[in-house]
């Protein structure tokens, strides 16, 4: 079964500073999607990034990407040049693409990050 | 405006009493899915949706059931609520299950609280 790692029940950064967010999946499965969400103190869950697992390239979105390296299966979230509004709970996902598996996404227990002024 | 809503917002209820949880998305997405989550836990999924008449069960199951008699709603029945099942719940859907990335958009959540 899919599994996702958050080892990180907390973080804290300084404003400006770039931060990084680790997560680690297993799976034996070859065709896959890795998302991250970030979850404010309102409770929306707002979709960050993603990379699937054929993607040669690091996803990037603005100021997040994502370390990809698939043969450790690790999919860090690097957030640079932290603001006082990045401060929430980030959680790291998975997802079969495949349409004849289950398709269902798992989530890691999250990492939940403070930005200092 | 592209979302998927939930109702109610809030709910605090009884052991035993029935209720059921509403979700609709405006997106003509085919998959749809409910997670739960809990502190430490992160979010679980309870069940979902590849398309209409098909459901199936994620990983927390037990004690929920739910239906998928039109595409654009998905409601989440708790025929029996107990006090472990007071979580926050997100409903979400995404355009297809499978074969090619797409987002999974969220609901805003439903807090539950079972005396």
């Known amino acids: 079964a899919q599994k996702i790692t958050q080892t990180q029940p907390g973080m804290f950064v300084q404003e400006k500073e770039a931060v990084t967010l680790d997560c680690t999946y297993d799976?034996?499965?070859?065709?896959?999607?890795l998302f991250w969400y970030k979850q404010p103190s309102s409770g929306e869950m707002i979709f960050l990034i993603y990379q699937g697992s054929y993607d040669e390239q690091n996803a990037t979105e603005g100021r997040y990407s994502l370390n990809f390296q698939k043969a450790r299966k690790s999919a860090n979230l690097v957030i640079s040049a932290s603001q006082l509004g990045d401060s929430a709970m980030y959680f790291c996902?998975?997802?079969?693409?495949?349409?004849?598996?289950?398709?269902?996404?798992?989530f890691g227990a999250g990492t939940r990050l403070t930005v200092k002024p | 405006e592209a979302q998927v809503t939930q109702n109610p917002r809030y709910l605090i209820t009884v052991t035993g009493k029935k209720l059921t949880v509403t979700c609709s998305q405006n997106?003509?997405?085919?998959?749809m899915s409910w997670y739960r989550q809990d502190p430490g836990l992160g979010l679980r999924q309870i069940y979902y949706?590849?398309?209409?008449?098909?459901?199936d069960k994620g990983d927390v199951p037990e004690g929920y059931k739910v239906s998928r008699k039109e595409k654009r709603n998905f409601p989440l029945i708790l025929e029996s609520p107990s006090p472990n099942q007071t979580s926050l719940y997100f409903c979400a859907s995404s355009l297809s299950g499978g074969l090619l990335y797409n987002e999974q958009f969220f609901g805003p959540g439903t807090r539950l609280t079972v005396l």
């Open positions: 949706s590849m398309n209409v008449e098909v459901t």
């Open positions: 799976t034996s499965d070859q065709s896959y999607g």
């Open positions: 997106m003509n997405h085919e998959y």
């Open positions: 996902a998975m997802r079969d693409l495949l349409p004849y598996n289950n398709n269902d996404m798992r």
